[in-house]
């Protein structure tokens, strides 16, 4: 749980249960927005946790059906128990595929530190393989095996969603991280696959803006880049928006505000 004085913090990154976040969705829906709704739960650690993190996800799929929500969910391997049985958080994201799909919602992997991205690569690719179905895997551009990974999961018919990563990254340079996520998207852009660009940078918003037309979802947090959302939206463009929720934020609201603080330090600002 987080500390009482750290509430106004997260409050800002996420919200406190499944039904905060139905409330946040249905809101942001009716701007022309859709959301990706996260329960959080990364680094399980026990059998117990991770049951409880898979019923949230399940829920979560259940209440965007029966609500007829636009939005999907998203889930983290260690989440799904990576840390303590890989085979068995794998089979675990292929059930959660399954039954998402059955009830038309879509599932969408999220990508964690270096040491992890070989075998969340493997698992959106045997959702896909296995049993075709459809998942959405993030991939941080700033990492140098990206390249690679992506033409992976595009040939097996997974639609990336392109971030510079909140984790370790090959390059330490603002610069070169924002080039390598532009020449990975171009990339995309050429050969007319669809993806979603999750970036808070505004020459990287400006850039897509200008030239990646329909093809690019715009993806923003929950908690930044309000103005954008709203004037993107209107403008008729894809737009979607990250809802964590659940009560084991630390981890996650900790990056949020590292992020934040590493832009201020460069004398940088998020999209407003």
Known sequence: MIA??????????????????????RAQNAQGIRCILAALG??????????ENLERSFAAVAVIDEQG???????????LGELIDRDAARDSLLRLCSGAH????GVEVDM??????????????????????????ALQTSLDRTAGDLERIVRHGIR???????????????????????????GLLDRGVPFSAGTHDPDLVAWLVRDAGGAVEFGFLMGLADETKLRLAGEGRTVAEYVPFGDQARIYVARREAYLAGLAAAGKTPVP
Not at 43 to 51: D, F, G, I, K, T
Not at 121 to 131: L, T
Not at 170 to 182: K, L, N, V
């Open 160 to 186: 990336p969603r392109l971030v510079k990563g909140a984790y370790g990254a090959d390059t330490d340079d603002p610069g070169e991280a924002r080039e390598r996520f532009r020449t990975l998207a171009a």
């Open 42 to 51: 990364e680094y399980a650690r026990s059998e117990r946790q991770v049951r």
């Open 4 to 25: 009482p004085s750290t509430s106004g913090r997260v409050e800002r990154w996420t919200l406190p249960d499944l039904d905060a976040a139905v409330r946040r969705c």
């Open 102 to 105: 059955a009830r038309g919602i």
């Open 69 to 79: 929500l636009d939005a999907s969910i998203t889930v983290k391997m260690t989440a």
């Open 112 to 137: 964690e530190g270096r040491g992890l991205v070989k075998t969340t690569v493997d698992a959106a690719v045997a959702c896909a393989a296995r049993q075709g179905l459809p998942v959405t895997l």
